[in-house]
Structure formats: C-alpha cells, structure tokens
DNA sequence: CGTATTTGACCCGCGC
DNA sequence: GCGCGGGTCAAATACG
C-alpha cells in the first residue's frame, strides 16, 4: 500500500514537473507570438507610409490573430494583375477563395497548359465594379490554387465581420473559418521559402505566405514584403521557437486540461 | 420566386 | 482565311 502512495507521489511530482516546464515554453511561446504580431504591426505601418494606401488597396482577411473576429489586412493593387496562390485542401474543387469581397462566378475553361478548370469571376457587391479574377489549381500542386486580379474594385471590402462570399456554395466557407482554426492547433499558415520553385517556376524573390483556404499574397511589386518573410524565416530557424511549439502542440493533443492551459497562456478565448 | 451556378455556345485576338 | 485558345454570354438548372 505504502508502495503505491510512494509511486503514485513520484509520478506527481514527474506531472508537476512536467506542467511547470509546459508553462515555461508556453510563455516563451506566448512572448514570440506576442512580438510577432507587433512586428507584423510594424510593417504594414510602414508599408502603409512606403506606398499609401487608397482605393486602389486590397483587403485581405486575416485569421492568424483570433479565429472568431478574423481582421482584415489591407495590401495595395497593382494596376496590373495580381497573382494570388492559396493553399486549400487538394480533394477541395470549389476553386472558392475568400478576400473580403464578394464574387460572382460567370464561367469556367479548361486550359491547354492545365488540367486543372479555370473559373471565372466578377464582382457582385457593386453592379457597376470591373474587378474581376481568374482561379486556377496550380498545376504542379493540387493544393494551391491560383488567383489573377484583374480590374480594380471601385467599392470598399466587407470590413469588420466577414460575409461569405456568394460564390459560396451554401455557406460552406463560413463554417470552414472556426473549422480550420478554432478547433485545430494547427499554424494558421505555411509558409512556403522562397526557394520551393516547385509552386512557382516562373516566379522569384516573392512573399508566399500560404493560409489554408485563406488569402495572402504574391505579387511583383513587392516593396516591404521581404521583411515579412525575413522575419518568417528566423522564427523558422529558431531551434527553442520550433521545438516549443511541436511540444506545445503535441502536449493539447493529448488532454483536453492542458489545452485549456494552453488558451489561457496564449490569451486565447475559452470555448 | 429570386438569385447564384453551371455549361455549351459564341466572340475575338493571334499565329500560321 | 483558318484553326486554336482564352474569355464571355446566356439559357438551363439548382437551391433557399
């Protein structure tokens, strides 16, 4: 019996132990996250005073700050087209990207050069808009859709709660955003190096920040973007960023308890 | 019934 | 002029 409360005591203090190391990288963790975003801040500040924003920006939605009010960044339009690529899931053939604005599709095409069904879409959220786009799988990776901008929106996008695109079908997306994020412990993004010309052969030296299903962005004119990426790529190769967090994410997986540390360390709101 | 999507037909530019 | 390929139209269809 004495054998038993002794060995159920070590294996109480290995659990405290264990916890206290857990709170300890979960700070860490929280700190990095908490000085990313303030340097993601810092960018689009000084993105915003580099180029100046105006009618001609593009509202991007962002879920990486909090799944349940996801915020929209804004990135400038080129006034020529824009090439997007999303990440989605390779099964998924909606050809459905959410931006902020609210599309209507008029066509479709297969291409010689893809096999993959090129869709075509307007913008329906002003009748008078020339926006228009073109949303195509890569052709070497299923996973990554491509979307070209043509026309700029002369409207502003859905601000402050997000509206489903139209070309939803029936609100399937809308339930995707707390599916893909809120759920699971998964990075909200990928971040694809620049280095991976598997994606893109015929492009170079670009940002290609990937959301699952969500919208960032590669484009030509790219002026503050690499910094974006530079600071990607360090917490990348940070060793004690990346090893905190595959454990952090491994430890949630296996107990509902510590995942509520996890939310509350990480500032996250409880479900 | 109104609105969005689908899809075959059509248009147009380009190269030969 | 002809064929090809990308882009658009519009009738049919689906769905809430």
Not at 121 to 129: D, N, T
Not at 166 to 177: D, F, L, R
Not at 197 to 222: A, E
């Amino acid at each position: 019996m004495d054998e038993k409360v002794e060995a159920l005591q070590v294996e109480l203090e290995r659990v405290k132990e264990e916890n206290s190391d857990l709170r300890l990288m979960l700070e860490v963790l929280s700190n990095k996250h908490k000085n990313l975003q303030s340097q993601i801040r810092d960018i689009n500040k000084e993105s915003e005073q580099i180029i100046g924003f105006n009618n001609n920006s593009m509202h991007i939605v962002d879920y990486s700050t909090n799944c349940k009010r996801p915020r929209l960044v804004e990135f400038p339009t080129a006034k020529k087209p824009l090439q997007i690529f999303v990440r989605t899931n390779p099964n998924d053939d909606t050809l459905i990207i959410r931006d902020g604005y609210q599309w209507r599709k008029y066509g479709q095409k297969v291409t010689k050069d893809n096999a993959s069904p090129r869709a075509y879409f307007r913008c329906s959220m002003a009748p008078s808009c020339p926006a228009k786009k073109k949303v195509q799988k890569c052709i070497d990776d299923k996973s990554i859709l491509v979307a070209t901008y043509d026309g700029e929106h002369n409207h502003a996008a859905i601000h402050d709660s997000l509206i489903p695109s139209s070309s939803t079908p029936k609100g399937s997306v809308a339930n995707n955003i707390n599916n893909n994020y809120c759920k699971n412990n998964d990075l909200p993004f990928t971040i694809l190096e620049n280095d991976d010309k598997k994606y893109w052969p015929h492009q170079r030296d670009s940002v290609r920040l990937c959301c699952d299903g969500d919208v960032t962005m590669q484009k030509s004119d790219h002026r503050g973007n690499t910094k974006i990426e530079e600071y990607a790529s360090s917490l990348i190769k940070d060793p004690e960023f990346t090893a905190a967090l595959a454990e952090a994410v491994a430890r949630t997986i296996t107990g509902q308890s510590k995942e509520q540390d996890l939310n509350l360390n990480l500032g996250l709101p409880e479900e």
